[in-house]
């Protein structure tokens, strides 16, 4: 933006004195002088419309950027989110088969039941808490990723607040497509990209006017 400023601003005027033969009186010669070169062409605008037009683009560039970042936390957010659902089930899976166990083994003491029904649900109980292990470190990794993405590596790993939804809604993605056709960045500094390469040209053709 600064260097913007600059291209449209006029040369600076040159102000000087010369003098000679100041040593032979009568004959010395004194000469003051300003000189100003002056633009012709609209050169100095339209400087400043190809600068104008680069600026767009570069502020548009930032803005995809920004929309990138954004849209990497929500991914790892809902990854994260979704392993602390696994875990919380398995967490509950785990307390009704430590039940199931506890009433296989009641079963056996009033000789209701068989040893090998204890064992089922024993090997039930195992598997499910073999399952909370890696979802816990599946949610371990996810928030690692979440916390790395938005720039807080140094966060222990907590309790996220969101919900999963559960219903596939009907989407209309004409709308969706026209939504983000005229709302992308992308599309935008593309946009601008090609509106300076125009100024430039409009700038170059200027070049062969002579200034004064």
């Known amino acids: 933006m600064g260097y913007r400023g600059q291209v449209g601003l006029k040369p600076n005027p040159v102000v000087g004195y010369q003098a000679s033969q100041l040593a032979d009186r009568g004959t010395d010669q004194h000469v003051a002088f300003v000189e100003q070169d002056i633009v012709l062409g609209d050169k100095l605008r339209k400087n400043q419309r190809v600068l104008n037009q680069e600026i767009q683009s570069q502020l548009w560039e930032v803005e995809t950027q920004r929309f990138r970042v954004l849209t990497d936390i929500r991914q790892r957010f809902y990854e994260a989110l979704a392993a602390q659902r696994r ?38 109980l195992k598997q499910i808490q073999l399952q909370r292990r890696q979802a816990s470190a599946a949610f371990t990794g996810a928030w690692k990723q979440l916390m790395a993405t938005a720039g807080m590596p140094d966060v222990q790993p907590g309790t ?53």
């Open 87 to 124: 875990m919380e089930l398995a967490a509950e899976f785990e307390e009704v088969a430590i039940k199931g166990v506890t009433f296989a083994e009641a079963r056996v003491s009033a000789k209701e039941g068989t040893r090998p029904e204890v064992l089922q649900a024993e090997i039930q």
């Open 160 to 212: 996220l607040d969101g919900v999963l939804s559960d219903s596939v809604e009907a989407k209309d993605w004409a709308a969706i497509k026209a939504q983000i056709l005229a709302a992308s960045p992308e599309l935008q500094g593309a946009r601008a990209r090609l509106a300076r390469a125009r100024a430039n040209v409009d700038r170059q053709q200027a070049q062969a006017i002579p200034n004064l």
